[in-house]
């Protein structure tokens, strides 16, 4: 059983990696497709094209997949719990494999300070946008750079200890790909994964039966 994550896709927003993502979609190999969460960016000002088209019929096309809502594709809330075609909408997925239990989560409830009421995260959200697209300027990638120098364990800590009752959990929201590894104080071991995102890092999961691993797209006809 192969399953890939794949997060923060922001489809629509205008630095999204929309021909990476086409190209991954139809080159990688899975037998289930986790989405988890900022799919499609909803709280923007999005811009769908035939390529957003594309990579969400792409999408369709799969046999399972699985879609966990997120801050920035709330507007689906009303369809957790649903099944469309191939396409289950929730909130957390949960799965067991060789006794791990594995949690999916986007992440955004765990956000602290005072940007994580919704309508302030909106309000900032189409502001960003339009300066994007105004300025030409990737401000998603400069913030996650910032946040990537100012990250603390911490943060990552009050995560886990959320989520004790799992051997692994993963999520996105930060932008932020990586993978932590450590042993419980019953011995069990304890692992932590960021999927990271499709505006900066083309970064996701793949787990083939209970081994995970975080990689990075490289594009075979894009150059960066």
């Known amino acids: ?3 890939i994550i794949i997060s923060d896709t922001h489809i629509g927003s205008k630095f999204y990696r929309a021909d990476e993502l086409l190209e991954f979609l139809r080159e990688e190999s899975f037998d289930q497709l986790i989405l988890a969460g900022d799919i499609i960016d909803f709280i923007k ?3 769908f094209t035939e390529r957003c088209a594309e990579i969400l019929r792409e999408v369709c096309f799969q046999k399972d997949v699985i879609y966990i809502i997120g801050n920035h594709d709330e507007s689906l809330d009303g369809l957790v719990g649903s099944t469309f075609a191939n396409v289950h909408f929730c909130k957390r997925f ?3 494999e060789n006794g791990r239990t594995f949690r999916v989560e986007h992440g955004d409830k765990f956000e602290t300070g005072f940007i994580r009421g919704s309508t302030i995260v909106k309000i900032i959200s189409v502001v960003q946008d339009m300066l994007e697209r105004w300025l030409g300027f990737d401000l998603t990638s400069w913030l996650t750079a910032r946040l990537l120098r100012k990250h603390k364990l911490r943060n990552v800590t009050a995560v886990m200890k959320a989520n004790d009752d799992v051997d692994v959990f993963i999520m996105g929201h930060t932008h932020i790909p990586e993978v932590l590894i ?3 104080s019953d011995q069990s071991v304890k692992t932590y994964v960021n999927s990271g995102d499709w505006v900066t890092h083309k970064t996701y999961v793949s787990i083939i039966d209970d081994t995970l691993r ?3 797209f490289k594009s075979k006809t894009l150059e960066d």
């Open 94 to 96: 949960e799965f067991i």
């Open 214 to 216: 975080l990689k990075e």
């Open 45 to 47: 000002i999005p811009l």
């Open 182 to 184: 450590w042993i419980h």
């Open 1 to 3: 059983m192969k399953r």
